[in-house]
T-cell receptor
Framework: AQSVTQLGSHVSVSEGALVLLRCNYS??????LFWYVQYPNQGLQLLLK??????LVKGINGFEAEFKKSETSFHLTKPSAHMSDAAEYFC????????????FGKGTKLSVKP | SQTIHQWPATLVQPVGSPLSLECTVE??????LYWYRQAAGRGLQLLFY??????ISSEVPQNLSASRPQDRQFILSSKKLLLSDSGFYLC???????????????FGEGSWLTVV
């Protein structure tokens, strides 16, 4: 069965500091992996996705993530945090089959201090 | 381009009252459609998905039901709401595999439901 674990429900960084949000997955088949961002009272917006092409994936707003099969990880990073990055971030793995549902991690809320 | 609309954005309903949340997708055909619920501190839970008109699969037993009367319309309903139905409901869609959008699920803006 596929699953996703996000380490740390809350991460706080200073503006300009490195952002690192951790995600580990479990999948019996090559996974499709996603990071979504959710701003307060809004839906989920796709940040980036891994679909078995390049292992380093660049997304919107300066975020990137690296797929590491040996570590079953897909951590999200950004070199320099902005105040506008404060949001909740969800890692997800897509199930196969016709339905193609997403299995989400529980989310990590990112706070950015001035 | 494809867009997804979901309404109402906010809803306050008494216990025992009915519910209808609507979702429509534009700019695509025969999408897979999904309803997720996000309850406080519990992440995102898939409630229903649909691969075509009239085809609904339920992921969890609950007080809710879903219908897909048209290709790009997905409705979440309840005959009698419970307090535990409160949460943030998200509609989502996925295109076909042969298109670039086929691997990705896109979400609507969500509907806040408070049952009082």
């Amino acid at each position: 069965a596929q699953s996703v674990t996000q380490l740390g429900s809350h991460v706080s960084v200073s503006e300009g500091a490195l952002v690192l949000l951790r995600c580990n997955y479990s999948s019996s088949v090559p996974p499709y992996l996603f990071w979504y961002v959710q701003y307060p009272n809004q839906g989920l917006q796709l940040l980036l996705k891994y679909t078995s092409a390049a292992t380093l994936v660049k997304g919107i707003n300066g975020f990137e993530a690296e797929f590491k099969k040996s570590e079953t990880s897909f951590h999200l990073t950004k070199p320099s945090a902005h105040m506008s990055d404060a949001a909740e971030y969800f890692c997800a793995v897509r199930l196969g089959g016709s339905q193609g549902n997403l299995i989400f991690g529980k989310g990590t809320k990112l706070s950015v201090k001035p | 381009s494809q867009t997804i609309h979901q309404w109402p954005a906010t809803l306050v309903q008494p216990v025992g009252s009915p519910l209808s949340l609507e979702c429509t997708v534009e700019g695509t055909s025969n999408p897979n459609l999904y309803w997720y619920r996000q309850a406080a501190g519990r992440g995102l839970q898939l409630l229903f998905y649909s691969v075509g008109i009239g085809q609904i699969s339920s992921e969890v037993p609950q007080n809710l039901s879903a219908s897909r009367p048209q290709d790009r319309q997905f409705i979440l309903s309840s005959k009698k709401l419970l307090l535990s139905d409160s949460g943030f409901y998200l509609c989502a869609w996925r295109g076909h595999r042969q298109y670039n959008s086929g691997n990705t699920i896109y979400f609507g803006e969500g509907s806040w439901l408070t049952v009082v």
